[in-house]
Structure formats: structure tokens, C-alpha cells
């Protein structure tokens, strides 16, 4: 479904990302991983459209999409998550979840006036839409909260039910499950695999817990500064001595689950 053919992108002489290549399956969720400072984000930002690569290129579906903006990769079903949760603070959690859908006709103002049925009735398109998020998220008791009041967690979770309120094909979550709580953590997986089973999505997750990517991706792709180190399933991957290697002196947060516990 995605092809990432060899991606560099330098800033100055910092080179994020070192000629990248790789291909995410129709179907899958795929793992990235790595240690801090691999290039993974960059690499998203790339994909997702905020950088243009200084080389290289990005196919969806065989289609060239390198240096496609943002909202025009989100048309085609392409979405990302951030590594910062940015919700609307302000904004309850239906309110944010109503944000997300691009051109909704009340957005124009001469569509309002002249249109003023039709208008209606997208909105409550829309709300319908956002209940049923709420509902396949398990998120109604937040449901009327301000965004800004839930926890990490739960901001997470908004993060995900975000990128359902359009029809997307490919999303890639950026740390989805950092400072997460395990039941939590437990429910966003869950959605993850459900989304991909009922729904037919595509998820690529960058993750940093081990126990999670073992879980619930498959294959894994290991990068280390700016390259792919090498993939294979969760447990291939995390016995491999190169990734071992990559991650030793980054901090016992970041090693391989074997890693940490021996
Ligand atoms: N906007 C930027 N300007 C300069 N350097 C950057 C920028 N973004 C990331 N980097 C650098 O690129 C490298 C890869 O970072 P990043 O993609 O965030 O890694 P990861 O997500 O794998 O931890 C790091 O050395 C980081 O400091
Ligand atoms: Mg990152």
C-alpha cells in the first residue's frame, strides 16, 4: 500500500533520515520502531506530508505522493497522529471529534444562508458520526468533558477516534501508548485491531512498549540513525544483535522488553 523508496532528509548536517526504504502491506499494522533520534517522526512528517524529503519518494497504492501537502493526502485517506496529543482544550469531546470532518458545508457562510436545510442536515450527519466514534471508543462517559480536563490517556484516545470521523485508509499513530495506563493502553489496542479487522484499516504505529508491539504489530521495522536496521516479526526483530546493539546506552526505557527485564 505505501512504499517508502530510499528517504533522506537532512537538516543542515543533521541527517534525520538516511535513505529509508520500506513497504507497508494493505491490511497491516505495522511496527516502527527504534531508538530516540532514529528519524522515526521525521520520517512520518515525511510521509504525512509536513517535510518534503531533500530525496526520495513515497508511493500510496504505486501513486507518487512525495511532497503532497497535508490535507490533500487526508482526502486520499492518509492520517497521522501526533507524538503531542493536540486537541482543542476548550472544546468538549463530541465538539472535537464534529472539528475533524474537512469541507463541511455550514463552513460557508453562503451555504448557510442558501442552503439552510442541506446545511442542517450535514451537521447532523456529523453528530451522528462523532456518536458513533464515542460509542465504538467506549468513550461516552468523557463524552460532554473538556478536552483539555481528560489525561494522557484519554487524549490518546480522542487522537484515534479523530482519524475515524473520515474515511480513512492508512493512519499512522505516533506513540499512541507513551504514558498510557495499562487498562487504557488495553482499549486503545483493542480499537487499533478492531478498526483494522471491521474496518478494513492500514496502521502504521511508532511505539516505544515493547509489550505493545509484540501484541499487536506484525511485521516490525527497526530503524537506527535515519536507516532500517532490519524487520521481521516482534520477537525476530528484538533478538536480532543489531537492534540490540542500537539500543544499548539509550536508556533502559527504550531497550527491547528482553532487554530491560534481564
Ligand atoms: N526540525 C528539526 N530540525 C533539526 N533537527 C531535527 C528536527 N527534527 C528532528 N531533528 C533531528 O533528527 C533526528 C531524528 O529525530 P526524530 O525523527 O524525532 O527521531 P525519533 O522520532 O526516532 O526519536 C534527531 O537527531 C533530531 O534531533
Ligand atoms: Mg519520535
Not at 225 to 251: F, H, P, R, W
Amino acid at each position: 500500500m505505501i512504499t517508502v523508496d530510499d528517504i533522506h532528509l537532512h537538516f543542515g548536517g543533521i541527517r534525520a533520515v538516511d535513505g529509508a526504504s520500506f513497504t507497508i502491506e494493505r491490511g497491516s499494522i505495522t511496527g516502527l520502531i527504534g531508538p530516540n533520534g532514529a528519524g522515526k517522526t521525521t520520517l512520518f512528517n515525511v510521509i504525512a506530508g509536513h517535510y518534503r524529503p531533500t530525496s526520495g519518494q513515497v508511493l500510496l497504492d504505486g501513486e507518487n505522493i512525495t511532497g503532497l501537502p497535508p490535507h490533500e493526502l487526508f482526502d486520499r485517506g492518509l492520517l497521522r497522529t501526533f507524538q503531542i496529543a493536540h486537541e482543542f482544550s476548550s472544546l468538549t469531546v463530541r465538539d472535537n471529534l464534529m472539528m475533524v470532518p474537512a469541507g463541511q458545508l455550514g463552513e460557508n457562510l453562503l451555504q448557510t444562508w442558501v442552503y439552510p436545510s442541506k446545511v442542517r442536515a450535514e451537521e447532523e450527519r456529523i453528530r451522528d458520526k462523532a456518536e458513533e466514534v464515542i460509542e465504538f471508543l467506549e468513550i461516552g462517559h468523557v463524552a460532554d468533558e473538556l478536552a483539555g480536563n481528560l489525561s494522557g490517556g484519554q487524549k490518546k484516545l480522542l487522537e484515534l477516534g479523530r482519524t475515524m470521523m473520515v474515511d480513512a485508509k492508512i493512519v499512522f499513530l505516533d506513540e499512541v501508548g507513551a504514558g498510557v495506563n495499562r487498562t487504557l493502553l488495553k482499549t486503545i489496542t483493542g480499537s487499533i485491531r478492531r478498526l483494522r479487522d471491521e474496518r478494513g484499516y492500514t496502521f502504521c504505529v511508532i511505539e516505544h512498549d515493547m509489550d505493545m508491539i509484540r501484541d499487536l504489530c506484525d511485521p516490525v521495522i527497526v530503524m537506527a540513525e535515519g536507516k532500517v536496521l532490519c524487520e521481521g516479526t516482534a520477537d525476530e526483530v528484538m533478538s536480532n544483535e543489531q537492534v540490540i546493539e542500537a539500543y544499548l546506552g539509550t536508556g533502559l526505557k527504550n531497550k527491547p522488553a528482553a532487554e530491560a527485564s534481564a
